[in-house]
């Protein structure tokens, strides 16, 4: 694949990953999976496991930042 504009500008239009590093929610995204799957080396969670995980960084987050730093349900978020 060329890494020409055009190209590039399609990508950061389309692809998935690209429209993730350009969301608002690229840093809450990318240090969750990190802390939740790459540092503990896990590809699998159950759903409920997944959404408490989520819960108590959102928590976190909202003791940290202000109670309106990601205001919705864990499951709002990860049913987006």
Same mark, same amino acid.
Do not use: C
């Given at each position: 694949? %060329?890494?020409?504009? %055009? ?9 998935? $990953? ?8 690229? %840093? ?11 540092? %503990?080396?896990?590809?699998?969670? $159950?759903?409920?496991?997944? $959404? ?29």
């Amino acid at each position: 694949m %060329p890494l020409d504009y %055009p190209t590039l500008d399609l990508l950061k239009q389309s692809h998935p $990953a690209w429209r993730l590093l350009r969301s608002d929610h690229a %840093p809450l995204v990318a240090s969750f999976l990190e802390r939740v799957f790459i540092t %503990p080396n896990r590809r699998v969670m $159950a759903q409920a496991a997944l $959404a408490e995980a989520l819960e108590d960084e959102l928590f976190g987050l909202r003791q940290r930042y202000g109670a309106t730093t990601y205001p919705k349900p864990a499951l709002d978020y990860l049913n987006d």
